[in-house]
């Protein structure tokens, strides 16, 4: 590295970069000479790259980290009182720079894709999908769109209380204001409301509150069902009632060859592979179970 030179009471003096302590450093790092920051990170990078390495625990994420803490420290430099040292300074700012990374990954949390498990290959790794599971958020829009039709529903001096506590944020207390009522009247008034949604909630057609997927389920099953024919049916019944193959012979007068044959087409056409999951199709189609 070139000397350069320094004027210490009135003597011009010829001082390698790496001869002068950080004072000097910062002092012609302050008044523009860019070799003498230079010299700043470079002595001070090792030691601020271990200190974010231990709070990052990952090399790129350090690396990242110390290019930023350089920035800072770059466009920062004027502002260096001295108060403390150089080396603390520069410390500190590296440490809120590994924080700032870590607290991004924790808001868009990332998956390398040079990690694999092992006996994988750049062509069979998949991204983890964060998003939100779609036929949730489906049926989490169905049930608030019929919320708000039920509230439409209500008469007018019950859903003017609900619209302004539920979808305005007013307090008890200026809603009562508001509709020129007393606070006991505006509980009153809130009490029956949430009743009449309740039941209002409770009377949905089954169909309103079921997502499309469950909604076609229960179409498939429903085509299933409307191939068996009369007998097929009633073993289906028998079944699901957790009648065995020879008492469902004995209630169907028939042998109980004949009625084993008939639990396997029942079986078959449905494609229940048990009992129980036969009861769940029932369950499901909302078939009568007893005898």
Request: with cysteine.
């Amino acid at each position: 590295m070139t000397s350069c030179s320094m004027i210490n009471n009135g003597i011009a003096q010829q001082l390698e970069p790496s001869a002068m302590d950080d004072g000097l450093l910062v002092e012609a790092a302050q008044a523009g000479q860019e070799w003498a920051f230079v010299e700043l990170c470079t002595r001070n990078s090792k030691r601020v790259f271990n200190v974010i390495y231990g709070v990052t625990k990952n090399r790129e994420d350090a690396e990242d980290a110390l290019q930023d803490s350089m920035m800072r420290a770059f466009l920062h430099l004027k502002q260096f009182d001295g108060r403390a040292s150089f080396a603390t300074w520069f410390t500190r700012i590296g440490m809120n720079s590994a924080l700032m990374i870590l607290r991004r990954k924790r808001i868009r949390p990332e998956t390398s894709i040079d990690v694999t498990a092992e006996g994988e290959t750049w062509r069979t790794w998949q991204i983890a999908d964060c998003s939100a599971d779609p036929e949730k958020h489906y049926a989490g829009y169905e049930a608030s769109l019929h919320l708000k039709k039920a509230i439409c529903r209500l008469p007018n001096v019950l859903r003017s209380v609900v619209e302004r506590q539920q979808m305005e944020g007013h307090s008890m207390k200026q809603i009562a204001h508001n509709m020129g009522i007393s606070i006991p009247a505006t509980k009153s008034r809130l009490a029956r409301a949430k009743v009449a949604l309740r039941k209002s909630m409770l009377a949905t057609p089954r169909s309103a509150t079921m997502s499309w997927q469950q909604q076609a389920e229960i179409a498939q099953l429903q085509e299933r069902y409307a191939r068996l024919t009369a007998r097929e049916r009633e073993v289906l019944r028998l079944v699901v009632s957790g009648m065995l193959t020879k008492q469902i012979a004995s209630t169907l007068a028939m042998s109980e060859m004949t009625a084993t044959v008939h639990r396997g087409h029942v079986m078959r056409k449905m494609q229940a592979n048990s009992p129980a999951e036969l009861g769940e199709i029932a369950e499901k189609l909302k078939l009568p179970t007893r005898t």
